[in-house]
């Protein structure tokens, strides 16, 4: 247990907000199997409230019965009192885990909303069950308060391995486009390639940092465990068996179209003859449930960037990068400056999209030729910005100089492995400040 009150996560504050302003929707947080929502929710509980109740639906059947009748709050309260043997009041905050396993309880919400009293009510749930369960009742669309939790960026890997210091200087050097000093940009740039190894999932950044950081010590296999579970609740989660063998077979089939020069995801390199009709229903539902990223191609870059999405050209990831490389089976000494294999970008590129995806509902590529190629497209809020991704060091990139020469960008940015700084209007990013980008 003291092992976990290292991690950190800055989702708390938006949660700290809630319970500063008093808002009167219950707040329900979704994400992934294992990803941190329970932990964080018991943190918060244990900070705020002095007297809170915590039921988890699925490990406890019996409490899904408090549901069953009236779902006026008070008789809600009054049930889960005799249910579980302690008194709960108005004034006790509730914590239902597992919330999508009863249909009633999520429909409960509604009527916690709109209480006389302010109840401080939580929730949490994996978005296989939220997203994609078939509730009978309509989900209570504007009467929740509604958080994602995502993997560990790399800005919390740092804070969570004891590198306050250093992300610091990361978001210091950012402000100003500041090359680091040439040995913390060093330092800054190993932890980075670890992430690549590790991902974001918390048991996985938990047994690395006690491990000293020694990628070499890490466990990996934390991902076999996490790639089960995920695999176990596409089972639960649908009920066809062809579908779910359907969706298992995409999710598995990412990391090779990855590795390819280009990732375009094709249907056909899933299984021979396999075509769209066949395959679209599993990736939506792979979307959905949080488990990959769709990367649309663009037919130009221009406002709206919507408008112009051509949305049966894409590319696939995974929400976490530490899946990634062991799917793949990526090595630490594969990610060495000396050593050239074919999934060094593709663990790059997924860790940016993986960044990114936090705060941009829908991203872009562009590729209107072979000698143009834009891993991504930005808007942010006044421009169109381009921004490619390398995994070395190299400067030069015909890529980027053609589409700055065609379509005059206010700038454009390059995320690789050199330091921060600008040439021209290219501003060089380096691969450990990505997480600034994503900072709403």
């Not at 395959?279 to 792979?286: F, K, Q, S, T, V």
Request: hydrophobic share 40%; charged share 25%; net charge neutral.
């Amino acid at each position: 247990m003291e092992r976990e009150k290292k991690m950190y996560r800055k989702l708390i504050r938006k949660m700290e907000q809630w319970e500063r302003e008093s808002i009167q929707e219950p707040l329900m947080m979704t994400g992934v199997r294992q990803v941190g929502k329970t932990w964080l929710i018991r943190e918060f509980c244990e900070q705020q409230y002095s007297d809170w109740f915590y039921a988890n639906l699925e490990e406890q059947p019996s409490l899904q019965a408090a549901f069953e009748g009236d779902l006026d709050p008070r008789t809600i309260l009054r049930s889960l009192s005799i249910l579980s043997g302690r008194q709960l009041t108005e004034h006790t905050a509730l914590f239902f885990d597992e919330i999508q396993v009863c249909e009633r309880a999520v429909t409960s919400l509604k009527y916690f909303c709109e209480a006389k009293e302010n109840y401080r009510v939580l929730a949490a749930g994996s978005l296989l069950g939220v997203k994609i369960h078939r509730f009978e009742s309509s989900f209570p669309v504007g009467k929740i308060h509604l958080l994602q939790m995502f993997p560990l960026d790399f800005e919390e890997f740092l804070l969570s391995c004891g590198e306050e210091l250093l992300r610091d200087a990361i978001l210091d050097a950012y402000q100003g486009l500041t090359p680091l000093p040439s040995a913390i940009h060093e330092k800054a740039l190993e932890l980075c390639y670890d992430y690549l190894i590790v991902g974001g999932m918390p048991r996985a950044v938990l047994d690395y940092a006690g491990k000293g950081k020694q990628i070499m010590a890490f466990n990996r296999e934390i991902h076999s465990l996490l790639k089960l579970a995920y695999l176990a609740d596409m089972t639960k989660y649908v009920k066809n068996a062809y579908e779910t063998a359907k969706i298992q077979q995409v999710y598995l089939s990412i990391s090779g179209q990855l590795a390819k020069e280009n990732p375009k995801f094709r249907y056909n390199q899933i299984k021979s003859y396999a075509n769209r009709r066949d395959y679209e229903a599993p990736i939506d539902w792979l979307s959905a449930s949080g488990l990959i990223y769709q990367v649309v191609s663009l037919k130009s870059p221009r406002s709206p960037l919507r408008g112009y999405a051509n949305e049966s050209s894409f590319r696939l990831y995974y929400s976490d990068v530490g899946m990634l490389s062991s799917i793949a089976e990526v090595h630490a000494r594969d990610l060495l400056p000396d050593q050239d294999n074919i999934y060094k970008g593709a663990l790059v590129e997924n860790y940016v999209v993986q960044h990114l995806a936090r705060q941009k509902e829908h991203l872009y590529y562009y590729k209107p030729s072979e000698s143009m190629e834009i891993d991504l497209i930005l808007d942010d809020g006044e421009n169109i910005i381009p921004l490619e991704i390398k995994a070395g060091r190299h400067k030069r990139s015909r890529s980027l100089q053609n589409y700055v020469e065609a379509h005059h960008p206010a700038y454009a940015m390059r995320v690789s492995a050199l330091n921060f700084g600008t040439t021209g209007i290219i501003r060089s990013i380096p691969l450990y400040a990505v997480f600034c980008l994503a900072s709403p």
